[in-house]
């Protein structure tokens, strides 16, 4: 028995706790879910009815063995009836188990190559649209049996024979059908103790009594002889191989993805540990080969069982396991409790079990991703073709829809309302099958017109560019003007440079802190040029508001340092900061500068700021140059000079030193917090500035960035802190 724990010795107990208390009571509920199904999946495949039990068995213990899904569960699934009953009517059962079985060694391999993954990527509209075609089958032909005759090869004949079954009619077994479809419907809003039975269990066994007290001849289940009767070598095909590679090649794929689907649902059940895909894909084959040369159906994970497993409380596989050891020992002991199942009731269960399979939800969701069509599509090819064809189908089709959607671009040219200037939009992925549209639209442009050309497209070739340059260029000649602006991702300077690539999005230091450096030549003048191409218009309409004035909220003064951005770290627009920098952001006391005096001054009476913000920032020249104390030029020792009152306070161990010291800084990064300290102090002290605090409220307030970790600490007298959502009324304060 399977412990997927390999635990150490020490956790045994923990071991047999969880096996008697969640594994043990959860498997006798999957079994008492998966008995009926199973029979019911082996009717509705044309199989012997013994096959449908081999495979609930093997699934169950081989699976449970060797899977690399915690909780899956495996069996027999509706997921294959329709290709198992073509296989069978076409090769013969002997042939069919032969088929199933070599599935299942293409299975393994699929494991063993790590290809498990590459399963997935199926488009999840087709699959779940050939579960609904799948479910849309199965429902067509019990329908027949459950009024009483026998299902037809093919959908259409089902459809078509119909009202003459309806007109010959058994009401035994249309009345046990109904009685089994009435309580699977209702089983949901039945009080929730009884809802611990299996709805399936319940539906068949009231269906199999009802049929025991009626007065009527019910057709039921035949088996020869016990289970181990049955089992049976495959036979080799005697020919026709092709047809048979194709029937492998079917079996093999659709039991995959159906079970590494079903793996990723349970998955998303459960918290516990998550499914090795290629591990689970070897057992999942190893289980074909196994139930094929015993004589049974091909097995998958099936996600009702599954889900039942989990919501029952299982926790390893272990629960899966001893499933299928009851289900082998019912089968053995129990043949003649089987035999008295009426077919009718089976009908019943499965034509519930197909309608389940078409899931509203799935519709619904395939509607609003535009997949409706690929659905629909889908589902017809799989009731009225065959599922292998139906699925092609569907796949051809979504892909094609997904390269529509991905090569599409979008293009229109219109005047601006109220002005004689054109906007010429272009978006999406600009390649050379966007010229006719792009001829097309850009025609309509007038000569002489001013245009604005927005592009925001993820993917632009070569010739596309060379059109629209040619155009703009063109344009421009009969005296019109043509604006760039670049809101994509795909640089127009790019599709010269090299082959195409699909743009990736531009984060902040590539949009903010260096937006020119993708170019050639003059860092500042090509930083210019991409402003124009990328930001011009989108600050165009904040500053056309500041056009008369500014109104800025605060006076910022920081350091020079090339590598502080204040309206970056402040999150801060056009016309929010009045900045003033010098090294090592100083405030020589009244009278000392003029330039800082005026700032100052012109900052409080002139635009009436609200906060004063004084910023340093770690690794500062100025702060390593007062600390070394090495000799500078004239002019920097003279400006320096004025921080001598910050290194004093420094060496003194001021709070902020020792807060910093404290937080792991170096020296010259606790010098640099001091010295804002300092600072504010000489801000306090300036009689325009007391004068502000009294009269209007004025805020003074502390700022230290630290350039590696990009955090923005608040200084204050007392020491430094982080600014986080507690300290709020802080960053107000600062900050407006």
């Known amino acids: 028995m399977s412990t997927d724990t390999d635990s150490p010795p020490g956790r045994a107990d923990h071991w047999s706790t969880t096996l008697l208390r969640h594994d043990l009571p959860a498997s006798f509920v999957v079994f008492l879910v998966a008995l009926p199904l199973s029979l019911g999946i082996a009717v509705a495949s044309d199989a012997p009815i013994a096959a449908g039990l081999i495979a609930a068995v093997v699934g169950g213990v081989v699976v449970g063995i060797l899977g690399g899904a915690p909780l899956q569960?495996?069996?027999?699934?509706?997921?294959?009836?329709?290709?198992?009953?073509?296989?069978?009517?076409?090769?013969?059962?002997?042939?069919?188990?032969?088929?199933?079985?070599?599935?299942?060694?293409?299975?393994?391999?699929?494991?063993?190559?790590?290809?498990a993954r590459a399963a997935l990527a199926i488009a999840p509209v087709v699959v779940h649209a050939m579960l609904a075609g799948i479910g849309i089958t199965i429902a067509l032909q019990q329908l027949h049996v459950l009024l009483g005759g026998a299902s037809h090869s093919t959908a259409f004949q089902n459809i078509v024979q119909l009202p003459g079954e309806l007109t010959s009619l058994h009401g035994d077994d249309v009345l046990i059908g109904g009685v089994v479809i009435a309580i699977m419907l209702g089983w949901k809003y039945v009080p929730e103790r009884v809802r611990a039975l299996p709805g399936p269990l319940v539906a068949v066994t009231i269906g199999t009594l009802l049929s025991l007290v009626l007065p009527g001849n019910v057709e039921r289940i035949v088996l020869s002889g016990s289970l181990f009767d049955a089992i049976g070598l495959p036979g080799v095909p005697s020919g026709n191989w092709g047809a048979v590679a194709l029937a492998v090649l079917t079996i093999a794929l659709i039991a995959s993805v159906e079970s590494l689907l079903s793996a990723v649902a349970v998955d998303k059940m459960q918290t516990?540990?998550?499914?090795?895909?290629?591990?689970?894909?070897?057992?999942?084959?190893?289980?074909?080969?196994?139930?094929?040369?015993?004589?049974?159906?091909?097995v998958t994970g099936v996600i009702v069982r599954s889900a039942t497993n989990v919501q029952a409380g299982a926790k390893t596989k272990n629960s899966a396991l001893l499933h299928g050891i009851w289900i082998l020992v019912f089968s053995v002991a129990l043949v003649g409790v089987v035999e008295q199942i009426p077919k009718s009731a089976l009908a019943g269960l499965l034509i519930v079990v197909g309608i389940q399979l078409v899931k509203l939800?799935?519709?619904?969701?395939?509607?609003?991703?535009?997949d409706l069509l690929v659905y629909v599509v889908t589902v017809l090819g799989v009731v009225f073709l065959?599922?292998?064809?139906?699925?092609?189908?569907?796949?051809?089709?979504?892909f094609a829809l997904l390269l529509w959607r991905v090569v599409r671009v979008v293009v229109n040219a219109a005047p601006v309302t109220g002005t004689d200037r054109w906007l010429v939009t272009v978006e999406g992925t600009c390649t050379f099958l966007a010229l006719p549209k792009l001829s097309s639209e850009l025609s309509k442009v007038p000569e002489g017109a001013d245009v604005l050309l927005e592009m925001s497209v993820d993917f632009l070739d070569h010739a596309a560019y060379e059109a629209i340059h040619d155009w703009a260029r063109q344009h421009e000649s009969t005296g019109g003007n043509v604006e760039f602006v670049e809101l994509g991702t795909a640089p127009m300077a790019d599709a010269v440079t090299g082959p195409p690539v699909r743009g990736r999005s531009r984060g902040l230091l590539d949009?903010?802190?260096?937006?020119?450096?993708?170019?050639d030549g003059n860092p500042v003048t090509s930083g210019v040029a991409a402003y124009h191409r990328r930001h011009a218009h989108v600050v165009r309409p904040a500053l056309d508001e500041l056009r008369d004035g500014q109104?800025?909220?605060?006076?910022?003064?920081?350091?020079?340092d090339s590598r502080i951005v204040p309206n970056v770290i402040t999150s801060t627009g056009p016309g929010d900061l009045f900045t003033v920098r010098n090294v090592g952001n100083l405030v020589p006391p009244q009278g000392r500068d003029s330039s800082i005096e005026a700032a100052i001054v012109f900052a409080l009476e002139e635009l009436e700021v609200d906060h004063l913000v004084v910023c340093g920032h770690s690794s500062c020249g100025a702060m390593q140059a007062l600390m070394s104390g090495a000799p500078a030029g004239p002019g920097l020792g003279a400006w320096l000079g004025h921080a001598q009152a910050s290194v004093e306070r420094w060496m003194q161990r001021h709070p902020v030193g020792v807060a910093a010291d404290e937080a792991g800084f170096r020296s010259t990064d606790q010098l640099a917090m001091v010295n804002v300290a300092v600072q504010l102090e000489n801000l306090r002290a300036h009689p325009v500035v007391r004068r502000a605090i009294l009269e209007r409220g004025v805020t003074v307030s502390g700022l230290f960035f630290d350039i590696g970790t990009a955090r923005v600490l608040e200084v204050s007298r007392d020491g430094i802190a982080e600014i986080t959502d507690a300290d709020l009324s802080a960053l107000a304060a600062a900050l407006g």
């Not at 939800?361 to 535009?370: E, P």
């Not at 065959?386 to 979504?398: A, K, T, Y």
């Not at 800025?552 to 920081?558: A, G, Y």
């Open 272 to 298: 516990g540990p998550r499914t090795n895909f290629d591990k689970e894909l070897v057992a999942q084959g190893a289980a074909n080969v196994t139930s094929g040369l015993l004589g049974g159906l091909p």
């Open 361 to 370: 939800a799935h519709i619904r969701l395939a509607r609003r991703t535009g």
């Open 551 to 560: 109104n800025p909220h605060s006076l910022f003064l920081t350091c020079a």
């Open 386 to 398: 065959n599922l292998l064809e139906g699925v092609l189908i569907g796949l051809v089709l979504s």
């Open 511 to 519: 949009d903010v802190l260096k937006p020119g450096q993708d170019s």
């Open 73 to 115: 569960v495996s069996g027999p699934a509706a997921g294959l009836t329709v290709v198992v009953a073509e296989t069978i009517n076409q090769f013969g059962w002997k042939t069919a188990c032969f088929i199933f079985a070599a599935a299942g060694v293409l299975q393994i391999l699929f494991g063993l190559s790590r290809i």
